[in-house]
């Protein structure tokens, strides 16, 4: 690329008389130093280019921004739905982990019942009568238990889950390992 | 050198190269870069900016049958380098705070 061509692509990509004037001096006050117009041409083709790689780069990321932006402010659904979904997605999170930790905790509680009516029934119902109870509500304690154990891993895997998708703490352990 | 304190240096420096007198787009970057590294395409936008907001002002002289662009620095200009010459004060302080940091 010679001095007239690469004028020329300042003007075709920039559209900045003032910016192609700019590179007209800088390329004759080089030459005039003593250096070859190859030379020149591609050390400014390539600063030219990187600097406007980052205008570029600059612009979508802007531009990204203003589109949400844009879509909050403009349409009036946008800011209510986008809260609706915080809500829920928070929601579905804590439900999540009620649920599972309360099975867990039925569980336990209806051990803990099953002893207490054991305890009290004994010595004033019969032994079948006791067995009878007491079996029945660990039986229930049981399906309940197996249920709740299922549920509080799968919560818990949930609950990685959510922390490394959005609290980037895989990014960090990644790190950590290198 | 961070982007961000380099960009605040390098309008300071610029004006400083022409507080030593009026120059040109080729000299200032070859004066200014013996202090701090300045391409072709970082010093365009800087006497841009500088030229609006008037601390620089640009006159036309012939040369070599072809016109040269000169760059002299306004009142305006001396007195941003005097404004940075004071905050320079409370980097100084800053840079101190953090030297004494690593030291201790």
């Known amino acids: 690329m010679n001095k007239e061509q690469f004028l020329k692509r300042i003007k075709r990509e920039s559209g900045d008389e003032a910016l192609v004037a700019y590179y007209d001096e800088l390329i004759s006050d080089r030459l005039d130093a003593g250096e070859t117009e190859t030379a020149v041409i591609k050390v400014l083709s390539y600063e030219f280019s990187k600097k406007e790689l980052e205008k570029e780069s600059t612009k979508r990321g802007k531009g990204k921004t203003w589109i949400v932006l844009g879509a909050l402010f403009v349409s009036p659904w946008a800011a209510p739905a986008l809260l609706g979904l915080g809500i829920a997605f928070i929601a579905i999170f804590l439900s999540f982990n009620a649920a599972a930790f309360s099975l867990a905790i039925s569980a336990m509680a209806g051990v803990v019942w099953s002893l207490i009516v054991a305890f009290g029934l004994m010595g004033t119902e019969s032994a079948g009568y006791v067995l009878l109870n007491v079996g029945s509500v660990l039986v229930a304690s049981g399906i309940v238990g197996i249920i709740g154990y299922f549920a509080v891993k799968f919560v818990l895997k949930f609950n990685v889950w959510l922390s490394v998708k959005f609290f980037g703490l895989a990014k960090r352990k990644k790190e950590k390992v290198k | ?104």
């Open chain 2, 1 to 104: 050198m961070d982007a961000q304190i380099k960009k605040g240096l390098l309008d300071v420096c610029v004006l400083a190269t022409l507080a030593r007198g009026e120059s040109y787009g080729w000299q200032i970057i070859k004066d200014v870069s013996d202090v701090i590294e300045i391409s072709e395409s970082t010093l365009y936008p800087i006497l841009k900016r500088l030229e609006t907001g008037g601390l620089l002002i640009t006159t036309e002289v012939a040369h070599n049958g072809r016109l040269r662009r000169y760059f002299r620095i306004t009142k305006d200009g001396i007195a941003r380098i005097k404004d940075f010459k004071e905050e320079y004060k409370s980097l100084l302080k800053i840079y101190e705070y953090i030297n004494g940091g690593i030291n201790e």
